[in-house]
């Protein structure tokens, strides 16, 4: 079992800034992919991003290309996601992972946390 708790959410203007953790506890941290998800109302769960067991293999989605940034610190348990030059269109609760494999597609992921809701004001 693998328990992951996301923190940093927030309310924030359009262009502003702010960093999602996700701390893991439970099994071997570096065994994990982590990912990192997002739910807007009334819409299914989106890939945002995702990171290797290592931290150099990344993948993001087109949507968030150039303006996120993900990362890992295996000594600490945690996955970071950066997030600049927000827009409201990125308002959703967020959500981190943790997968065997570099996966996009949530059904892969076996573990989630429970969402920090982030909030983009125009």
């Known amino acids: 079992q693998v328990q992951l708790v996301e923190s940093g959410g927030g309310l924030v203007q359009a262009g502003g800034s702010l960093r999602l953790s996700c701390a893991a506890s439970g099994r071997t941290f570096s065994s994990y992919a982590m990912g990192w998800f997002r739910q807007a109302p009334g819409k299914g769960r989106e890939f945002v991003s995702t990171?290797?067991?290592?931290?150099?293999?990344?993948v993001y989605a087109d949507s968030v290309k150039g303006r996120f940034t993900i990362s890992r610190d295996n000594a600490k348990s945690t996955v970071y996601l950066q997030m600049n030059s927000l827009k409201p269109e990125d308002t959703a609760v967020y959500y981190c992972a943790a997968d065997r494999v570099l996966d996009t597609n949530p059904l892969a992921y076996d573990y989630w946390g429970q969402g920090t809701q982030v909030t983009v004001s125009s």
């Open positions: 990171i290797g067991r290592s931290g150099i293999a990344t």
